[in-house]
């Protein structure tokens, strides 16, 4: 069973996440997670997988995951979002997700990020919008 933080602790413990890195990663965490609320007001924000922040709106967007050399921005059903910009420099052989590695230095383009954070919001509800065929059915067409 998936375990999910409450919106108000999970708020709080990417707050410390941010704090306990104390470096360049935490500045970049931060600043992402202000651009994710900017680009989506209603973003929920979620702390899963032991640790691991996560921005949703009818869905996952993406995930905040912090490593030594980089700050992963993980989208969900990133294969099938639009980047015109190429932020997408990572994980990009998989049929689902895309990821973008911020590192140390790197220019965010806050533009497209924010772009990138609303298609996948539109994804999310489109996928949403759309009725699932039954088992049934499914069968039946194979």
Excluded at 14 to 43: C, S, T
Excluded at 55 to 67: A, K, R, V
Aim: proline share 3%; charged share 30%.
């Amino acid at each position: 069973m998936k375990k999910t933080v409450a919106t108000e602790s999970a708020s709080r413990l990417i707050d410390q996440r941010i704090q306990d890195l104390g470096d360049w990663r935490g500045k970049v965490l931060a600043k992402v997670r202000a651009l994710i609320h900017a680009a989506d007001p209603e973003v929920v924000e979620e702390w899963k997988w032991m640790g691991t922040p996560v921005w949703s709106h009818d869905g996952i967007i993406c995930t905040g995951e912090s490593y030594k050399s980089a700050v992963k921005l993980t989208f969900l059903k990133g294969a099938a979002l639009e980047d015109p910009a190429g932020l997408f420099n990572s994980s990009l052989d998989g049929n689902a997700r895309r990821a973008i590695d911020i590192h140390e230095g790197d220019k965010i383009n806050e533009a497209a990020l924010k772009a990138l954070i609303r298609a996948a919001v539109v994804l999310n509800l489109e996928s949403k919008s759309q009725p699932k065929a039954s088992r049934a059915k499914r069968k039946r067409a194979d």
